[in-house]
């Protein structure tokens, strides 16, 4: 029985992009469900525009999405001799020719097709010709395509498909300076995607999910996938990318992820941000608070970042929830959370309290203080929020903006 072994070839031009991704993932999990092969080859032919750097961007986007591969990464430049080998034989055998057109001479050829109203494709100018070769031109290795007849193959998603011969065009198969016709990637990176808050396994969900379904399951994980994959659940409509539905998908996929992880996460981001963790929780804590708030890891660093560095309440917001009817009170409260047992418990108590004491609704203590402490009109249970914040800081601010 044979082995299957499938093949991801990306273009050295540029970073990992989305479309490139799920192609990976697909042809991953199709290896992985038959326990075949996948193997990475680098199509770095077009020499001009392949860089080391996009090699690593490539295997960093592989590596972080969790595709491994088990033979390679092999890089198309070195097999250029074979190539070469190969296409001699075939013009040997009658399979493929040399064409000595220049490039002027194919624009010139393809604008008068158009003008007449034709398909530009090449006219077969050098397929069967007994002219001798143009000094000084090196020529390009064509594949000599029959005239007559039709392609016929089945695919495994579209099913049957044929082409006529006759609008086939004798493609080239090595170039004149003998490389490999190269293909050109998208600029769209997954790494991009990194730096935007999504978890890998989000994305790699949502891209399982992005031309191929099993039953009505959203959410599943990468060993549910190579258990399900199948070909024949492929879409054959094109997919549409819709980023509100990986939002959701990161959404659910932040809620159930591990704190301590997340913790490392925002650390990360606020640090890069110049945000000193020193004066606030553990990360870990800060997460627990507003993951179940957060689209993305940069939502949840933005949310989690009132509790070390909260932005100063705007003048407009101080007017609208600061007013002399709630000075006294809060006041009043300021004194009590000098001396206060700083739990959320206990703050949470306290304001209520206070509330009461005053005859204030709740939220006519709580704006003002989410206002003042958290510089914000909205923000998680506010108790949750004092408590982990310092206690120096939030009596600061208090003292600050109530004198």
Known sequence: MSTIRTRFAPSPTGYLHIGGARTALFSWAYARKHGGKFVLRIEDTDLERSTQASVQAILDGLSWLGIDWDEGPEFQMQRLARYQEIAERMIREGHAYHCYATKQELDEMREAQRARGEKPRYDGRWRDSTRTPPPGVPPVVRLKNPIGGEVI???????????????????????????????????????????????????????????????????????????????????????????????????????????????????????????????????????????????????????????????????????QHVTDAVRGPLRELANELATLAWTREEIGALVKRSAATHSLKLPQLMMPLRAIIAGTGQTPSLDAVIALSPRERVLGRLERYLS
Do not use: C
């Not at 991009?192 to 039953?215: D, K």
């Not at 020193?278 to 804590?285: F, H």
């Not at 890891?297 to 705007?314: F, K, M, Q």
């Open 153 to 319: 193959f089945n695919d495994l998603v579209k099913g049957p498909i044929s082409f006529a011969n006759a609008e086939l065009d004798d493609f080239v198969i090595l170039r004149a300076d003998g490389e490999r016709l190269s293909k050109r990637q998208g600029a769209v990176s997954v790494m991009q995607y990194h730096e935007e808050g999504y978890l890998p396994e989000a994305l790699v969900n949502y891209l399982a999910r992005l031309g191929w379904s099993h039953g009505d399951d959203e959410v599943f994980s990468a060993t549910q996938l190579v258990e399900w994959f199948d070909l024949r659940h492929i879409s054959r409509s094109p997919a549409q990318f819709n980023p509100e539905k990986l939002g959701w998908m990161n959404h659910e996929y932040i809620k159930v992820a591990d704190d301590a992880r997340l913790g490392r996460e925002v650390s990360q981001r606020l640090e890069a941000a110049g945000v000193s963790l020193a004066d606030g929780p553990l990360p870990l804590e800060a997460v627990k608070l507003f993951k179940d708030r957060a689209r993305t890891l940069v939502e949840l660093a933005d949310g989690a970042r009132l509790l070390y560095a909260p932005a100063e309440p705007t003048p407009e917001l101080l007017a």
